[in-house]
């Protein structure tokens, strides 16, 4: 008895020990992340046809009138910074729960279908409709929820499934793209370039006005993510595991996916679908910050360096300027490839 007490007591000394040191990577790992974050936000404020030093720079967000630097930076520069910290934050937010939810890499947003939705939506309405950005942005969020509800609905069957979920969306987005196709054909070829510039996924042309409502939707959608975060990683254990801890699977999981659609609808209305941030950020955050502690966080952040880092790579690395998502679709396309080749030799999706 007394040695059976006294395994139990090791067994139960090196769980906790195992979790504080995995807590404590998750600090390093997330201050690290985010302290490259306002490096890459530094460098964005930075950076341009003319080069500002780091107290031009500071000068000129406190209010101090500089002669060139004002406008370049307060005007040019710092939308477009804002406006990628929160687009990518919000893209590797959402990303990170649908593949945690559904236990599965492929599960991204971008990949089953439900940033396609919104983009349907955001094209019709700028070709077809010729709708100003108010109402092209609010009937678009709401084709981003109708969407992803859509594929749940008919993911769901008798019982629901990540692996039938993915399929699902894998065709609804080929479906999406098709109808995006026929109507740049049937497009005015005026009003071509605009949306495919919008449909590459771009920083180009925000302006600071889309800073605050952007912003208010990221805080208040990432917030709920967070808080719902220990559910997230209950369902990461199966469906039958979580009904049988008491949680509430259907509510969390359909809220879940509500708050990540909005957050990649919003972000979406203003940068257009930037390609395979929801992809990756996940998987490069839960590699940096270890198994059995949630990357909700870190995929947020990864998220905005990706977008930081990519946009600073298509400006100034090449002759030709690229937007910001021919920059993460160059990225991501091998790591999807290496996941299609890697679970078909699995024998599933699933």
Known sequence: MYNQMKKHTIINAEFISGFLLRKKRWYH????????VLLLSLSMLMLGNTIY????VLLALSGKNIQGASFAIGVLRLPRTLIGILAGFAFGIAGNTFQTMLRNPLASPDVIGVTSGTSLAAVFCMLSLGMSNGIVSILSVLAGVFVALFIYLLSRGGSFSGGRLILIGIGVQSMISAAISYFLLQASQYDVPGAMRWLSGSLNGVILEDVLPLGVVVVLGSTGILLLSRGLQILELGEITAITLGVPVHIIR???????VLLLAFSTTVTGPIAFVAFLSGPISNRLVGKGISATLPSGLMGSILVLSSDLIGQFTFDTRFPVGVITGILGAPYLLYLLIKMNKKGGVA
Do not use: N
């Open 29 to 36: 790992i997330t201050i690290l992340l985010g302290l490259i």
């Open 53 to 56: 030093s780091p107290v031009t």
């Open 254 to 260: 359909i809220t879940l996916i509500v708050l990540s």
